[in-house]
């Protein structure tokens, strides 16, 4: 079966990318990718505090959250079955696989571009570009087609710092990458979805949101409504009854 039509079902529609997990490796993507990247941005956040840049450039901000947000959801995802770490030839770093679709942490800037189903690279190198190509699959829905015009934005650009980070072994698997927007005040949109690489942009198909939800003691307990009192709907005061003296 040739490239572009291993995603294609009998009837020739595209297949849903969630079926290439299983469903505990699908519950902890959701669960760990966001958990982890808002523990990167905790980090990284203090860090550009304290450093206090007098210029306030985002440059210590920018490479702990390239750095610390592939470290902290790679260690909320030991633990899942089905999950392996590769090392990068010629480097500590390692990439991050479930089965054998590879998982990208990508930061696209201080904010969502308006079509966030594309996003361009400000470089590339050529041997980046090979293996980015590679690893992408068409074999999901495929992105709509390019507007003719479009307007540049500031910082929408996303930088891939290693050629290495995104080796992986010619085994069949996907690319499948976890982008958002930050600034050091908070995070922004954050997507998973499966990407190819056209050009200098990365594609992506189906993208589903990632959200963050606080557990345990940092989330407050709701407290229960209270009706709207009304005219005359509180208890009346009991009082003994006295015959009259005629």
Not at 179 to 184: E, R
Request: contains cysteine.
């Amino acid at each position: 079966m040739v490239a572009n039509e291993r995603g294609l079902g009998m009837t020739g529609e595209r297949k849903n990318w969630r079926d290439e997990f299983a469903r505990d490796e699908l519950s902890a993507l959701r669960f760990a990718l966001p958990e982890g990247l808002n523990a990167a941005q905790e980090r990284s956040s203090r860090a550009q505090t304290e450093y206090r840049d007098p210029k306030g450039h985002n440059y210590i901000y920018g490479t702990g959250m390239a750095r610390g947000a592939q470290d902290e959801c790679q260690q909320r995802l030991q633990a899942l079955r089905g999950y392996s770490e590769r090392p990068v030839p010629r480097s500590t770093r390692v990439t991050m696989h479930v089965g054998e679709h590879l998982i990208h942490i990508q930061r696209v800037g201080r904010r969502m571009p308006n079509n966030h189903l594309r996003v361009r690279l400000n470089y590339i190198s050529e041997a980046r570009r090979d293996q980015l190509t590679d690893a992408s699959s068409d074999a999901f829905a495929s992105p709509p087609p390019t507007p003719l015009f479009e307007l540049p934005q500031d910082d929408i650009f996303a930088t891939l710092e290693e050629a290495d980070d995104i080796a992986r072994s010619s085994d069949g698997g996907g690319l499948f990458v976890a982008y958002f927007s930050s600034t050091p005040f908070a995070l922004g949109q954050m997507y998973l979805a499966p990407a190819q690489l056209h050009g200098n942009y990365l594609e992506f198909s189906d993208p589903e949101p990632l959200v963050y939800r606080r557990t345990g003691a940092t989330e407050k307990a709701a407290k229960p409504a209270v009706a709207a009192k009304r005219f005359a709907s509180g208890e009346r005061p009991r009082t003994t009854t006295t015959l009259r003296n005629e």
